[in-house]
Nanobody, 124 residues
Framework: QVQLVESGGGLVQAGGSLKLSCAAS????????MGWFRQAPGKERDFVAA????????YSADSDKGRFIISSNNAINTLYLQMNSLKPEDTAVYYC?????????????????WGQGTQVTVSS
């Protein structure tokens, strides 16, 4: 049974940083495209960043300005999202996801697996 468990969310002031973690069980990270999505209140769930089985990374237009960095530690089956220079508009529930496909930064096959989400709140 696949489980993705996020941690590291919280309340931070604008300009601050947070590092999210996603501990995976029931699958091997290096065999899948893994990534992060986020959902703000009243909005759709949006793609943030992905890392492929080969280590390649892809970011959404919003996060592709060097503020967010996705990485993984395959030895402990954990995915990370380092978020810097946070803005109030980054406030959302952040979800870890596994097994999906991208064309550029567009999702063409939705994730097979989701975590439960972790809340990130950025105050102004």
């Amino acid at each position: 049974q696949v489980q993705l468990v996020e941690s590291g969310g919280g309340l931070v002031q604008a300009g601050g940083s947070l590092k999210l973690s996603c501990a995976a069980s029931g699958l091997t990270l290096r065999r899948y495209t893994m990534g992060w999505f986020r959902q703000a209140p009243g909005k759709e769930r949006d793609f943030v960043a992905a890392i492929t089985w080969s280590g390649g990374t892809t970011y959404s237009a919003d996060s592709d300005k060097g503020r967010f960095i996705i990485s993984s530690n395959n030895a402990i089956n954990t995915l990370y999202l380092q978020m810097n220079s946070l803005k109030p508009e980054d406030t959302a529930v952040y979800y870890c996801a596994a097994s999906f496909s991208l064309a550029g930064n567009r999702i063409i096959y939705s994730p097979d697996y989701w975590g439960q989400g972790t809340q990130v709140t950025v105050s102004s």
